[in-house]
T-cell receptor
Framework: DVKVTQSSRYLVKRTGEKVFLECVQD?????MFWYRQDPGLGLRLIYF???????EKGDIPEGYSVSREKKERFSLILESASTNQTSMYLC???????????????FGQGTRLTVV | DAKTTQPPSMDCAEGRAANLPCNHS???????VYWYRQIHSQGPQYIIH???NNETNEMASLIITEDRKSSTLILPHATLRDTAVYYC????????????FGKGTLLTVNP
């Protein structure tokens, strides 16, 4: 079974803490993505990476950074957590576009982060 | 990537076909239409995708209009387990393509 694994299902952190959310995939996918999901706002793309050490900003990158040192691992970093970063965070991975081939994304189960 | 428009919510009776519309009037020639769904508390799951021809798999059918400006996802016999948020996405791929979701359609299947 293909798998995208997020390190924590639930996380509670204090305001100002540095927070690391880890995501690992076992499918040898080049592309990896981080999203946050909030009620009424849908899934919003924070950052994505199309190769090791490569990254691009998504739609809401402010307050976040990412790291991709190995192909299978993509980390989301909250440099100084704030209460407005309380959210569900979802990681995904996929193959790169290959013409007519399916490049579906596979998602992890999500990390519900609460910043107090 | 082209923007998509979906109704925020729909209802369907169990056992009937659920038809979920999506408008993507700014789609360009090399962009694919993908559908995903998200059942409560889970990550989104791929359903189906297509370029211009209609597609069918074990989960659903995808009907794309001739001008490709809209599409319909069809769940032929909806069950209670199909209650979920359904996302329509348009993407051109490329080695570093963005995968951008909107707010989707909440489909509620009623007994």
């Amino acid at each position: 079974d293909v798998k995208v694994t997020q390190s924590s299902r639930y996380l509670v952190k204090r305001t100002g803490e540095k927070v690391f959310l880890e995501c690992v995939q076992d499918m040898d996918h080049e592309n990896m993505f981080w999203y946050r999901q909030d009620p009424g706002l849908g899934l919003r793309l924070i950052y994505f990476s199309y190769d090791v050490k490569m990254k691009e900003k998504g739609d809401i990158p402010e307050g976040y950074s990412v790291s991709r040192e190995k192909k299978e691992r993509f980390s989301l970093i909250l440099e100084s957590a704030s209460t407005n970063q309380t959210s569900m965070y979802l990681c995904a991975s996929s193959l790169p576009y290959q013409g007519t081939e399916n490049t579906e994304a596979f998602f992890g189960q999500g990390t519900r982060l609460t910043v107090v | 990537d082209a923007k998509t428009t979906q109704p925020p919510s729909m209802d369907c009776a169990e056992g009937r076909a659920a038809n979920l519309p999506c408008n993507h009037s700014t789609i360009s020639g090399n962009e694919y239409v993908y559908w995903y769904r998200q059942i409560h508390s889970q990550g989104p799951q791929y359903i189906i995708h297509g370029l211009k021809n209609n597609e069918t798999n074990e989960m659903a059918s995808l009907i794309i209009t001739e001008d490709r400006k809209s599409s319909t996802l069809i769940l032929p016999h909806a069950t209670l387990r199909d209650t979920a948020v359904y996302y329509c996405i348009v993407t051109s791929g490329g080695s570093n393509y963005k995968l951008t979701f909107g707010k989707g359609t909440l489909l509620t299947v009623n007994p």
